[in-house]
């Protein structure tokens, strides 16, 4: 095994149903990178989040998260593993504040183990990863109900969350839907720094102006089958994928 | 006209000033914060004295319900599991103790401690493989749990079959029995409170929040709720073994339907999610009941109403107003 290589993704399958959400697909994620997902609409981009981090089982395939089979364990698990996701629909924890929302993730068996056991104040940490994830702006921010914050900072939240976690890997389901592009602008360096700090990246994304200025690797996606992966340029430059964006010419 | 004026709401200036750190910063910030603390406490350790013998096996009782109505509360507003199965937690607390006493002729104290600590075990067990459930679904299968129990007493003619066993052994007297269910009536609440602003207790309202994003985080979802439903069996059974040596009487009515129902409504009434509202309102409930117990079958009537005016009227609940009163105050401003 190459150890450039963090996650390899083989011929993994699922259907639900009679629909067939994720048709054999294949990828490898290269350590340090930022590997960008793209498809239209239902096009199983989600679902293969999901069959990486454990939440959907495959009906065919493996996963393998540093040369280590993952495929069919339960999710907690693969995120102790370092494997952590933000979700599309944005899931805090409405009632309580903030940062106690990254409380959770500083609890679980990973960060206690890197971080040493119960030394060091939590609340602290949990204010200090806030701070550095955009909510330096306004100190009270931390603070407040999470169930009351505006979509911006709910997105940093969720991305703070896998932070919290101090992840190898994190699947970004969709970061950008929703924002205005003044806040897609302050975002991208923020995913920048992460990506600095030794994050490696998976980002699902509808905006591709965005997510071309980040990505080195994007993989295009239609009907849960891999049709295209390469440079970005290479990518939308595929007929395959014009197609599937703007739809088939009849006219020859 | 309603539309052209609001009520405003505005924290007290001596709640912002007794916030945090602060409350150590003045007497009065700290008179602020422990007033409520010790009027219920006092209250309820000098309630005892103003009673007569009937009302004080009253308030014996009230204590169980207030148990209940506590790990009731406890579960479904911070954990997300409406349990009813209180009348699981109190047939198994009382069954074990009952039968320690009964037939190894252990003194009540040791029976009851031993019986809380394996009744919450095997309570915990019984509903282990329903946590997967959440909501209504986890609600019914809860409340199923009792009525088997009952059904196989009955069939099995075990433990005293239908008719009970009699003859347990009291507590040494009325004083011992009021003060042990009252003390441990404060414990429970202060620790309950405690744990839901710990850490534990966190990740426990971020799994009733979203228990997807839980799992992302790498917590193992089940394991925190087995927890949580031991700390409430705890609770409750110790309540149900306190109750077989508060009757002397072991029998399936342990396993009665009142003990699911009652706290629930003593947890509406007190205010849902206050910890100390559900408490204080089986506090309240136990005596109604006895007092309307003269008007023979309206009785049911007259206490349903109570409580339809209780959803109607006040659905934050008796604790959540009051505490609202206390720390902020509210006028009608026009618009």
Redesign the interface.
């Given at each position: 095994m190459n150890d450039k290589e963090l996650l390899k993704v083989e011929n993994i399958s699922k259907s639900f149903g009679g629909v067939q959400a994720v048709v054999n697909v294949s990828f490898i994620l290269k350590k340090g990178g930022i590997l960008g997902i793209i498809g239209p609409n239902g096009s199983g981009k989600t679902t293969i989040a999901n069959l990486i981090?454990g939440?959907v089982r495959p009906n065919r395939g493996k996963v393998i998260f540093k040369g280590r089979v993952i495929t069919g364990a339960?999710?907690?698990k693969i995120?102790?593993l370092g494997l952590?996701?933000t979700?599309q629909v944005m899931?805090?924890?409405?009632?309580?504040s903030a940062y106690?929302?990254l409380?959770?993730?500083l609890?679980?068996?990973?960060?206690r183990q890197t971080r040493g056991g119960k030394l060091g104040d939590?609340d602290a940490v949990a204010i200090d990863i806030l701070e550095e994830i955009g909510f330096e702006r306004d100190a009270r921010v931390p603070y407040k109900i999470a169930g009351s914050l505006p979509l911006g900072y709910l997105k940093r939240l969720e991305l703070g969350?896998c932070f919290?976690?101090n992840p190898e890997v994190i699947i970004c389901d969709e970061i950008f839907s929703g924002l205005s592009m003044s806040e897609i602008t302050s975002m991208i360096p923020l995913l920048e720094k992460i990506q600095m700090d030794g994050v490696t990246l998976i980002m699902i994304e509808h905006r591709l102006r965005e997510l071309f200025r980040l990505t080195d690797t994007v993989i295009a996606m239609n009907f849960g089958q891999k049709i295209a992966e390469g440079s970005p340029e290479e990518v939308i430059e595929k007929e395959e994928v014009k197609e599937a964006y703007l739809g088939s010419s009849r006219s020859k | 006209m309603s539309t052209d004026r609001r009520k405003k709401r505005l924290d007290r200036k001596l709640k912002a000033q007794s916030d945090g750190l602060y409350a150590l910063s003045s007497w009065t910030a700290m008179g602020y914060l422990m007033f409520p603390r010790a009027l219920l406490i006092f209250g309820l350790l000098l309630l005892p004295l103003f009673l007569d013998m009937y009302w004080q096996r009253v308030l014996c009782s009230a204590g169980v319900y207030a148990l209940l109505a506590l790990s009731f509360d406890f579960l479904a507003e911070y954990v997300g599991l409406v349990c009813l199965g209180g009348a699981l937690f109190i047939g198994v607390g009382g069954y074990i103790s009952g039968t320690l006493n009964m037939y190894l002729g252990w003194p009540p104290l040791f029976c009851i401690a031993t019986a809380t600590v394996t009744g919450a075990i095997i309570s915990t067990l019984i509903l282990l493989p329903s946590l997967r459930l959440r909501g209504i679904y986890f609600a019914i299968i809860s409340f199923m749990f009792p009525m088997f129990a009952v059904y196989i007493i009955i069939a099995l003619n075990v433990l005293g079959g239908t008719e009970g066993v009699s003859g347990l052994e009291t507590l040494q007297n009325i004083w011992v029995e009021q003060y042990l269910i009252l003390g441990i009536v404060l414990v429970s609440l202060f620790a309950i409170r405690r744990l839901v602003n710990e850490d534990t207790g966190l990740i426990l309202r971020a799994i009733k929040d979203n228990d997807q994003a839980v799992k992302a985080s790498g917590i193992s979802i089940t394991a925190y709720k087995i927890k949580a439903l031991l700390i409430a069996s705890l609770i409750g059974c110790f309540a149900g073994a306190y109750m077989s040596h508060l009757y002397g009487w072991l029998g399936i009515s342990l396993f009665s339907m009142d003990f699911s129902i009652l706290p629930i409504a003593a947890a509406v009434m007190g205010g849902m999610g206050s910890l100390t509202g559900p408490a204080l309102g089986a506090f309240i409930l136990t005596p109604l009941s006895e007092t309307l117990r003269g008007f023979g079958q309206l009785r049911v009537v007259l206490y349903s109403l109570i409580l339809i005016a209780f959803i109607i009227y006040k659905p934050e609940g008796i604790m959540n107003y009051i505490g609202r009163k206390y720390h902020q105050f509210e006028h009608w401003e026009k618009f």
């Open positions: 981090t939440f339960p999710p907690h995120a102790n952590a996701r979700f899931r805090p924890y409405h009632s309580l106690k929302n409380i959770v993730p609890n679980s068996p990973r960060v939590n969350r919290a976690l | -």
